[in-house]
């Protein structure tokens, strides 16, 4: 029972360059989140997504895409990548009502 | 705007000694508060949550209290340990808005030997 996994652990990418992180949860929660951690500023919600086929923005969405095509995987997406994406980000995922949220370990992201 | 602050960045104390982490927030319709411990190069863990019709809850050495009249939740760790040498978040959230969380910066607690 993995719980939240999420790769890649590590990337470095050039400013410009692409990429697609993914999270993958076997604990069939509806609600899946990414989040970015940068020193000092908690935890910013990028994007998230209530259920299958669904996603929403979040309070830092831009530069992102997202995708939850199926309900156990959500992918996050960086289409041109910036240096002020360097950041460290979490995927969570939570059941419904009230209930805590469970992440993975992080992807590590350096934009050069 | 930040409706959740933690407004210390660090907190150092004496191993065998209580930790009192504080957070206050304020948008009233908050009813939902958690806190998270988090370790260099892990994600968050989850560790006590309470429910704004209660004041209190406790489990094992970790109690967070809620008083709601003053906006203000805090948590204690007695007696602390080494391994409770992490960052902690407290977060709020609210049943209209779906329970989407609302997060503090973040407490460092270092435990003195």
């Known amino acids: 029972n993995a719980g939240v996994t999420q790769t890649p652990k590590f990337r470095v990418l050039k400013t410009g360059q692409s990429m697609t992180l993914l999270c993958a949860q076997d604990?069939?929660?509806?609600?899946m989140y990414w989040y970015r951690q940068d020193p000092g500023m908690g935890l910013r919600l990028i994007h998230y997504s209530v259920g299958e086929g669904t996603t929403a923005k979040g309070e830092v969405p831009d530069g992102y895409n997202v995708s939850r095509l199926k309900k156990q995987n959500f992918l996050l997406g960086l289409e041109s990548a910036a240096p002020s994406q360097t950041s460290v980000y979490f995927c969570a995922c939570r059941d419904g009502g009230p209930s805590p949220l469970h992440f993975g370990n992080g992807t590590r992201l350096t934009v050069t | 705007d930040q409706q959740v602050k933690q407004n210390s960045p660090s907190l150092s104390v004496q191993e065998g000694r209580i930790s009192i982490l504080n957070c206050d927030y304020t948008?009233?319709?908050?009813?939902?508060f958690l806190w998270y411990k988090k370790y260099p190069a892990e994600g968050p863990t989850f560790l006590i949550s309470i429910s704004s019709i209660k004041d209190k809850n406790e489990d094992g050495r970790f109690t967070v209290f809620l008083n709601k009249s003053a906006k203000h939740l805090s948590l204690h760790i007695v007696p602390s340990q080494p391994g409770d040498s992490a960052v902690y978040f407290c977060a709020a959230s609210a049943k209209d808005s779906n329970y989407q969380l609302i997060w503090g910066a973040g407490t460092k607690l270092i435990i003195k030997p």
């Open positions: 604990m069939n929660h509806e609600y």
């Open positions: 948008n009233s319709m908050f009813d939902y």
